[in-house]
């Protein structure tokens, strides 16, 4: 006879990436599954994004313009500000410039670069805005909003801890946001 405890059956992340074993902890698993859902809901951004030729970091940077107003911003505030903050954002404006959807400047002092959204740019904004509107009512739309909002204050809570003792990447100064 067997004595061994029965197993659990397989979680749901568990299944989706195909992992026999069971997580070490309910902790990695609930980050792993928070690094999944990212990566499929940017996937679901992509799709949509590519058919202006954009990446979701672009059109981050795109967003991020469009809210700071007609005084655009400095490089690094950009930067601050970004969803991903690691994304190279030389590379990211230098491609914005490039297809006309961002203009930039250096000011008096040459290590500053101050950008700005062009007309284009709110032109792409505004094809792409119920787009992205559409897709993320198409994944977060059935959850209730009591549970939406729990989800948004756990979400808060787990960026809170991963940034304790950080100050590098603490939020940049309030901005107007898009």
Same mark, same amino acid.
Not at 105 to 109: A, C, N
Not at 131 to 134: E, G, H, I, N
């Given at each position: 006879?067997?004595s061994? %405890? /029965? $197993?659990? %059956? /397989?979680s749901?992340l568990q299944?989706?990436i +195909?992992q026999t074993?069971p997580?070490?902890?309910l902790q ?5 599954s928070v690094?999944?859902? *990212? $990566?499929?809901?940017?996937?679901a951004?992509?799709?949509v994004? $590519? ?13 991020i313009?469009?809210?700071a107003? %007609?005084?655009g911003? #400095?490089t690094? *505030?950009?930067?601050d +500000? =970004?969803i991903d #903050?690691g994304?190279?954002?030389?590379r990211? !404006?230098d491609?914005l410039v490039?297809?006309?959807l961002?203009t930039r ?5 040459r290590? =500053? ?12 904004l505004?094809?792409l805005?119920p !787009? =992205?509107?559409?897709t993320a009512?198409e994944?977060?739309g059935?959850? %209730? /909003?009591?549970?939406l909002?729990a989800?948004i204050? !756990?979400?808060a809570h787990?960026? $809170? ?8 990447e603490? #939020?940049?100064e309030?901005?107007p946001?898009d």
């Open positions: 006879m067997d061994s %405890p /029965p $197993s659990a %059956p /397989p749901q299944t989706e +195909r074993r997580f070490q902890s990695q698993e609930a980050l792993l690094q999944r859902t *990212a $990566s499929l809901i940017e996937r951004s992509a799709r994004l $590519s058919r202006e030729e954009l990446s979701t970091a672009q059109y981050n940077v795109l967003r313009l469009r809210g107003g %007609p005084e911003l #400095p690094l *505030a950009i930067r +500000r =970004m #903050p994304a190279a954002i030389t990211l !404006v491609r490039q297809a006309e961002v400047e250096r000011g008096s002092d290590r =500053m670069v101050h950008c700005r959204i062009t007309t284009a740019g709110l032109d792409v505004a094809r805005d !787009v =992205m509107t559409a009512d994944i977060a059935k959850l %209730p /909003p009591e549970e909002r989800l204050d !756990v979400l787990l960026r $809170s801890t991963a940034c304790e003792g950080k100050s590098a603490e #939020p940049a309030d901005l946001e």
